[in-house]
């Protein structure tokens, strides 16, 4: 054989190996084995947010020893911006940090929110991409104001918090919108946090409110450790995110749902899965996980203790008969008074551990892409 034709064929052999080796790496993860138990669930969170979080300790470490801004940004090899009502650091408001970054920035920025509370109104521009904001704690930094969508327009610009740029993530701080409940009229919607950027993730944060408290509104998320607090559709939109170890916290009202998520066809590509969280309140039984405002509307409980304040059919179809046939409104493994479902709506379903699984792994909100971004 000539030596361009073994030449030839030794690079057909390892096109050959490098494909097997993909299609057995594939076959791997189709075989991986699910979690079934509140335990395992918790440990294959655990290994995707692994980097992520080794992240954060290189931070908390070197904010101990750095005496500056530009130290801890050296040990941490990116810029840090801190933020400061006292005037001891860069600024006194996160504007005015965000002012000092290139609007079309691409490498990672950390903004230091020193404890206080931030009167404020905040929008990641789409453009501003990689930045992490982190608090001094969810209790002691804040972010708030007083918005309602009669005021601003539309319920989208009655965020405190806005995020419109990819690979955006916050650690240990609330957001609030100051409003007061719902007094009955139109446009009384206000909004904590705006989340519309893909890759956002929030780890330990608040979220304060009444009416959408929380507009998860496109993107993939993933918010760990964290409160939403609200009363009427709190958690809404057309976002695609896991929620991990959340408490939703039903604030007292006449009524009121957990989410009304916003998935517009069979083939969008959304919804909701909350995996191991709490849900919690008193009064009596009147609130509903969730409304279709979509009429393809999905929204999975998995592994999630409800408190006794569930209405017992547990899901609205907006006034949509037609809705019952399209939306995917599904338990798992849930428990806790209000979890029963003896009286839920006949269109609900618990699910098998087949059917579970596609919203316990971290391939939901495509875990392994954010991984190698944050590596």
């Given at each position: 054989?000539?030596l361009?034709?073994?030449?030839g064929?030794?690079?057909n052999?390892w096109?050959l190996v490098i494909?097997?080796?993909?299609c057995l790496?594939q076959?791997?993860?189709?075989v991986?084995?699910?979690?079934?138990t509140r335990?395992?669930?918790?440990?294959d969170f655990?290994?995707?947010?692994?980097?992520?979080?080794?992240k954060?300790?290189?931070?908390q470490?070197?904010?101990?020893t750095?005496?500056s801004?530009?130290?801890?940004?050296?040990k941490l090899?990116?810029?840090?911006?801190?933020?400061?009502?006292?005037?001891?650091g860069n600024?006194?408001t996160?504007?005015?940090a965000l002012?000092?970054?290139?609007?079309?920035n691409?490498?990672?920025?950390?903004i230091?929110?020193?404890?206080?509370?931030?009167?404020e109104?905040v929008?990641?521009?789409k453009?501003?991409q990689?930045?992490?904001?982190q608090g001094a704690?969810?209790?002691?930094?804040?972010?708030?104001?007083?918005?309602v969508a009669?005021?601003?327009?539309?319920?989208?610009?009655?965020?405190?918090?806005g995020?419109?740029a990819?690979?955006f993530?916050?650690?240990?701080?609330?957001?609030?919108n100051s409003s007061p409940?719902?007094?009955?009229g139109?446009?009384?919607?206000a909004?904590?946090?705006?989340?519309?950027?893909d890759?956002n993730?929030?780890?330990?944060?608040?979220f304060?409110g009444?009416q959408?408290?929380?507009?998860?509104?496109?993107g993939?998320?993933?918010?760990k450790?964290?409160?939403?607090?609200?009363?009427e559709d709190?958690i809404?939109?057309g976002?695609?995110?896991l929620?991990?170890n959340c408490?939703l916290?039903?604030?007292?009202s006449?009524?009121?749902s957990l989410?009304?998520q916003k998935?517009?066809?069979g083939s969008?590509?959304?919804?909701?899965?909350f995996?191991?969280?709490?849900v919690?309140?008193?009064?009596?039984?009147t609130v509903?996980?969730?409304?279709?405002?979509?009429?393809?509307s999905r929204?999975?409980?998995a592994?999630?203790?409800?408190?006794n304040i569930?209405?017992p059919e547990?899901?609205?179809n907006?006034?949509?008969?037609?809705?019952?046939?399209?939306?995917y409104?599904?338990?798992?493994?849930?428990f806790?008074?209000g979890?029963?479902?003896a009286?839920?709506?006949?269109y609900?379903?618990?699910?098998?551990?087949a059917?579970?699984a596609?919203?316990l792994?971290?391939n939901?909100v495509?875990?392994?892409?954010?991984?190698?971004?944050d590596?």
């Open positions: 054989m000539s361009p034709a073994m030449a064929l030794q690079t052999v096109l494909f097997s080796f993909l790496t076959a791997a993860q189709v991986k084995k699910l979690p079934e335990e395992e669930v918790v440990a655990e290994n995707w947010v692994k980097r992520v979080g080794e954060h300790a290189a931070f470490s070197a904010a101990k750095a005496g801004a530009e130290e801890l940004g050296n090899g990116e810029r840090v911006i801190v933020v400061d009502q006292s005037g001891a600024f006194k996160i504007n005015d002012k000092s970054i290139d609007v079309h691409k490498s990672p920025i950390t230091k929110v020193n404890a206080g509370t931030y009167v109104r929008v990641i521009p453009s501003m990689h930045i992490t904001l704690g969810r209790d002691i930094t804040k972010i708030t104001e007083k918005n009669g005021d601003t327009g539309t319920t989208y610009t009655s965020s405190t918090f995020v419109s990819p690979y993530s916050a650690y240990d701080i609330s957001f609030e409940p719902p007094n009955g139109v446009q009384q919607q909004v904590a946090l705006r989340t519309t950027g890759f993730a929030f780890y330990r944060c608040a304060y009444h959408d408290t929380l507009y998860d509104h496109r993939r998320h993933f918010f450790d964290s409160l939403i607090v609200g009363t709190f809404f939109g976002g695609k995110s929620y991990k408490e916290r039903v604030l007292p006449v009524g009121g989410t009304a998935r517009l066809s969008d590509d959304n919804g909701y899965s995996v191991n969280c709490k919690t309140g008193s009064g009596p039984p509903y996980l969730g409304r279709a405002w979509g009429p393809y929204v999975v409980f592994f999630t203790e409800f408190a569930i209405k547990g899901w609205y907006w006034g949509d008969p037609a809705r019952e046939k399209t939306v409104y599904a338990q798992y493994k849930c806790g008074p979890a029963n479902q009286g839920r709506a006949s609900a379903r618990e699910l098998t551990d059917e579970a596609p919203f792994n971290i939901y495509d875990g392994g892409l954010w991984g190698v971004l590596g």
